[in-house]
């Protein structure tokens, strides 16, 4: 691993009881998970996918990495956009705004969204070419027509937990790495939100993709870093053939 990977590898689990994947980290050169980590794969849906309503850009060339990437972890976890027709998030339910535009709602700032993984749509679908047949959980987020939800764990009201947290605790989880779709935004809240819940948080950099509005990417990565979520490459994991 280079140093500022393994610098920011135990940046990440500062606080903790040096644990087994810690320890692999300083005596080997690369860091392989243990049944005390788990992989959240963030949000790989037709709709934020080249050819989607609300596409990332290069959002596809990811999926083959995240597959492979999976065969490295024990526990993995998908998560869906799952929004109402007429969401706050969306344009289309306030008249005279346009995406991208920014409003203030009962929680704070929200970022108006064109219309995108609308419940039980084609484009709401995790992208078939996900190949992740040991996954054992799919979270649903975003379907409170009130609130807006880009992390795994919590709505952006702050307050409504997914419930995500508690299932990850009760399998004895320390430590998640999060990949997906998008770095800035549901990625970022994701690995934020396990960082103030008291789990170690690693984005695995090549395997998400960013959108990139009005500097969102640079200050989601700023964030990131005064939170203590470590940033690594794939290459920097141990993943079996």
């Keep these: 691993m280079p140093h500022a990977s393994r610098r920011s590898f135990l940046a990440a689990v500062g606080g903790f009881a040096?644990?087994?994947?810690?320890?692999?980290?300083?005596a080997q050169s690369k860091i392989k998970p243990g049944?005390?980590?788990a992989?959240?794969?963030v949000d790989v849906q037709y709709c934020f996918l080249p050819g989607g309503s609300l596409p990332v850009a290069k959002g596809d060339e990811i999926i083959p990495l995240i597959n492979r990437i999976a065969r490295a972890f024990q526990n993995v976890v998908l998560t869906q956009d799952w929004h109402t027709a007429n969401h706050i998030s969306f344009a289309t339910s306030h008249a005279g705004k346009k995406p991208f535009d920014v409003i203030d709602v009962p929680y704070g700032k929200q970022v108006l969204w064109p219309d995108h993984c609308v419940q039980g749509t084609d484009g709401a679908a995790i992208h078939r070419g996900i190949d992740i047949p040991h996954a054992q959980l799919v979270?649903?987020?975003?379907?409170?027509p009130l609130v807006d939800s880009y992390s795994a764990f919590m709505e952006a009201d702050g307050a409504s937990k997914t419930g995500l947290d508690g299932y990850l605790t009760g399998r004895g989880i320390k430590t998640v790495y999060v990949v997906g779709?998008?770095?800035?935004?549901c990625v970022a809240w994701t690995a934020l939100d396990a960082r103030?819940?008291?789990?170690?948080?690693i984005v695995i950099e090549d395997a998400c993709r960013g959108?990139?509005?009005?500097?969102?990417?640079?200050?989601?990565?700023?964030n990131m870093?005064?939170?203590?979520?470590?940033r690594v490459q794939s290459s920097g994991l141990e993943i079996p053939a």
């Design 139 to 144: 979270i649903r987020k975003g379907f409170n």
């Design 35 to 37: 049944a005390d980590a």
């Design 196 to 201: 103030k819940l008291g789990l170690a948080a």
């Design 18 to 26: 040096m644990t087994s994947l810690a320890a692999n980290a300083l």
């Design 181 to 185: 779709l998008a770095t800035d935004f």
């Design 211 to 222: 959108i990139d509005t009005q500097g969102s990417l640079a200050a989601a990565w700023k």
């Design 39 to 41: 992989l959240i794969v």
């Design 225 to 230: 870093e005064t939170a203590g979520v470590a």
